[in-house]
T-cell receptor, first 114, second 110 residues
Framework: EPEVTQTPSHQVTQMGQEVILRCVPISNHLYFYWYRQILGQKVEFLVS????????KSEIFDDQFSVERPDGSNFTLKIRSTKLEDSAMYFC????????????FGPGTRLTVL | GQSLEQPSEVTAVEGAIVQINCTYQ??????LSWYQQHDGGAPTFLSY????GLEETGRFSSFLSRSDSYGYLLLQELQMKDSASYFCAVMDNYGQNFVFGPGTRLSVLP
């Protein structure tokens, strides 16, 4: 069964450094998402992406964040200058049709900012 | 504004039936989804209701009342492996912004 994959599984970085989290969505899916989950808290929407552009972003997704689909398979989330409060699990998800369609989540990348 | 409410914790025994409620207040509504998340794992889709009524998928059922802004997830014949957090989620803002509830931690006891 096709699945969403994410790398790395765990990323440790120093405050102020840039990190890039990578995702490979399910191959025929057209809608891509990033979420984060701070330990013990709920899942929070960051951004949705369709047709090579951002469809919607939350208040969390400020100028420090950017997303990119650099090729036909990868979907990346970049945090330019990490802060301590960026420490969280970051989930990528994809769906075939968007909006009401089922979103399939990747296993997540645990980001630790020191 | 947008908000979803769920009970924080529910405990039940193996074989029992449990209902997890979710009330929501969002700008725009495109359906209520339910996700299961085991500790350390990713959310996994369980069900989706766009219309009022009950949707059944094996041991799990989900209900929606749009007029009451309310839904629930019903888990039957509970098993130990059902111990997890359960999140309701609403597609908000004309189908682009997915809002999760705070989650309900279900503990299934032997």
């Amino acid at each position: 069964e096709p699945e969403v994959t994410q790398t790395p599984s765990h990323q440790v970085t120093q405050m102020g450094q840039e990190v890039i989290l990578r995702c490979v969505p399910i191959s025929n899916h057209l809608y891509f998402y990033w979420y984060r989950q701070i330990l013990g808290q709920k899942v929070e929407f960051l951004v949705s992406f369709y047709n090579n552009e951002i469809s919607e972003k939350s208040e969390i997704f400020d100028d420090q964040f950017s997303v990119e689909r650099p090729d036909g398979s990868n979907f990346t989330l970049k945090i330019r200058s990490t802060k301590l409060e960026d420490s969280a699990m970051y989930f990528c998800a994809s769906s075939l049709q968007g909006s009401t369609d089922t979103q399939y989540f990747g296993p997540g990348t645990r980001l630790t900012v020191l | 504004g947008q908000s979803l409410e769920q009970p924080s914790e529910v405990t039940a025994v193996e074989g029992a039936i449990v209902q997890i409620n979710c009330t929501y207040q969002t700008s725009g509504f495109y359906g209520l989804s339910w996700y299961q998340q085991h500790d350390g794992g990713a959310p996994t889709f369980l069900s989706y209701n766009a219309l009022d009524g009950l949707e059944e998928t094996g041991r799990f059922s989900s209900f929606l009342s749009r007029s009451d802004s309310y839904g629930y997830l019903l888990l039957q014949e509970l098993q130990m492996k059902d111990s997890a957090s359960y999140f309701c989620a609403v597609m908000d803002n004309y189908g682009q912004n997915f809002v999760f509830g705070p989650g309900t931690r279900l503990s299934v006891l032997p």
